[in-house]
């Protein structure tokens, strides 16, 4: 098992383009969330995705959108990038049964918006 | 609202000298706590969930305790290899997908 991964690694982007941070996990898992960390800080909660088709905002949506077409994907997308949105990106996913609570974390995206 | 506070934000041990991380929360109904262990450019990796005021878990040198207010993660006897930032988060009962986080405790053990 990969677990989960994210791609790419580390994007520098300028104000006002776009891209699509990817996520995909191969434990078959149902929830599947989006979190961003700024230094110092704790992780925030962005978006999160109960099943394939269903998708809900977290803390701090604004800015993002968000699809979930398959178990395994759950790519996030930022529109109009702005300097805020400068962040390292974490993609995370859990069960529904054994040690349901527990997220599996991605590598995380770095990402600089310039 | 709920919240999660982590003291301290750095703490610098000596190889074999004990310590305790603390982890204090405000949550309308807690669910779960959960202590990860992140290293500098990867992702948060899971050690441990307590889910009760009294419960205890423990793997190698670490220990996590649970009150109905505060977790604490005792480090036992450290080693280099302990270095990283320790987050905390809490789930919340009335919404299992709502997880907030700490800012973490980042642990320098020195040989």
């Known amino acids: 098992n990969a677990g989960v991964t994210q791609t790419p690694k580390f994007r520098i982007l300028k104000i006002g383009q776009s891209m699509t941070l990817q996520c995909t996990q191969d434990?078959?898992?149902?929830?599947m969330y989006w979190y961003r960390q700024d230094p110092g800080m704790g992780l925030k909660l962005i978006y999160y995705s109960v099943g394939a088709g269903i998708t809900d905002k977290g803390e701090v949506p604004n800015g993002y959108n968000v699809s979930r077409s398959t178990t395994e994907d759950f790519p996030l997308r930022l529109e109009l990038a702005a300097p805020s949105q400068t962040s390292v990106y974490f993609c995370?996913?859990?069960?529904?049964?054994?040690?349901?609570?527990?997220?599996?974390f991605g590598p995380g995206t770095r990402l600089t918006v310039l | 609202e709920d919240q999660v506070t982590q003291s301290p934000e750095a703490l610098r041990l000596q190889e074999g000298e004990s310590s305790s991380l603390n982890c204090s929360y405000t949550v309308s109904g807690l669910r779960g706590l959960f202590w990860y262990r992140q290293d500098p450019g990867k992702g948060p990796e899971f050690l441990f969930t307590?889910?009760?005021a009294g419960e205890e878990k423990e793997k190698e040198r670490l220990k996590a305790t649970l009150t109905k207010k505060e977790s604490f993660l005792h480090i036992t006897a450290p080693k280099p290899e302990d270095s990283a930032t320790y987050l905390c988060a809490v789930q919340n009962k009335n919404n299992f997908n709502k997880f907030y986080f700490g800012s973490g405790t980042k642990l320098n053990v020195k040989p």
């Open positions: 434990m078959n898992h149902n929830y």
């Open positions: 307590l889910y009760s």
């Open positions: 995370a996913s859990r069960g529904t049964s054994g040690s349901a609570d527990t997220q599996y």
